[in-house]
Nanobody
């Protein structure tokens, strides 16, 4: 059974930092891209960042580029999202996700519909 466990959320002041972790099990973690999405109240779920199976291919939404960094440790079956210079608009529930498809090294899935397995989410709240 595929399981994704997101953790590391919390309450932080504007300008602060948090590191989210996504621990995966139940599949060949090193073969799959992993992504972070977020959903704020009343808004659609949006893609934040994704990382290819080897870790060399990454994507960031424009809204977080330069502030967030995604990384993975395939030996620990874990993906991390380091979030710096946090803003109140970053407040959301953050989800990690994995696709059911092993994509080629040249393609990094970024869209909600490309991901099939989802963690339970972790709340990030940034106060102004």
């Amino acid at each position: 059974e595929v399981q994704l466990q997101a953790s590391g959320g919390g309450l932080v002041q504007s300008g602060g930092s948090l590191r989210l972790s996504c621990a995966a099990s139940g599949f060949s973690f090193g073969d799959y891209a992993i992504a972070w999405f977020r959903q704020a109240p009343g808004k659609e779920r949006e893609g934040v960042s994704s990382i290819g199976s080897s870790g060399s291919n990454t994507f960031y939404a424009d809204s977080v580029k330069g502030r967030f960094t995604i990384a993975r440790d395939n030996a620990k079956n874990t993906v991390y999202l380091q979030m710096n210079s946090l803003k109140p608009e970053d407040t959301a529930v953050y989800y990690c996700a994995a696709p059911a498809t092993v994509y080629s090294a040249n393609y990094l899935p970024k869209l909600y519909r490309e991901y099939d397995y989802w963690g339970q989410g972790t709340q990030v709240t940034v106060s102004s």
